[in-house]
């Protein structure tokens, strides 16, 4: 069992930046890991995720150039940098992993993430 707790969303303006957090109780070092998004009365999104196999990070083209998804194995945590929020980026962002043995690249599909943390509500408005 894996837990995440979500931190950092807020009401910022647009142009504004957060910095989510997301706190594991396990090294993720061997774990897909990734960030969503669910706006409101939309179905969750997929942002970014960091692939264990490769190491790479791939962006959904929504937050692509805006955003950067970092992480340290020896805090446990993974953060999603976000800049030039825009009102559309508002919704509850969620921090979730892919246990091992994880696919080698991080899966695009929520179904594929066992854990899950509780999310964190972003809301981008003047």
């Known amino acids: 069992q894996v837990q995440l707790v979500e931190s950092g969303g807020g009401l910022v303006m647009p142009g504004g930046s957060l910095r989510l957090s997301c706190a594991a109780s396990t090294d993720l070092r061997y774990y897909n890991i990734a960030w969503f998004r669910q706006a409101p009365g939309k179905e969750r999104e997929i942002l970014s995720c960091?692939?264990?196999?490769?190491?790479?990070?791939d962006y959904a083209d929504a937050v692509k150039g805006r955003s950067t998804m970092s992480r340290d194995n020896a805090k446990k945590t993974m953060w999603l940098q976000m800049n030039g929020l825009k009102p559309e980026d508002t919704g509850v962002y969620y921090c979730?992993?892919?246990?091992?043995?994880?696919?080698?690249?991080?899966?695009?599909?929520?179904?594929?993430?066992?854990?899950w943390g509780q999310g964190t509500q972003v809301t981008v408005s003047s």
């Open positions: 979730a992993v892919q246990s091992p043995p994880a696919d080698y690249t991080c899966p695009m599909y929520e179904q594929r993430y066992e854990y």
């Open positions: 960091i692939s264990v196999g490769t190491g790479g990070i």
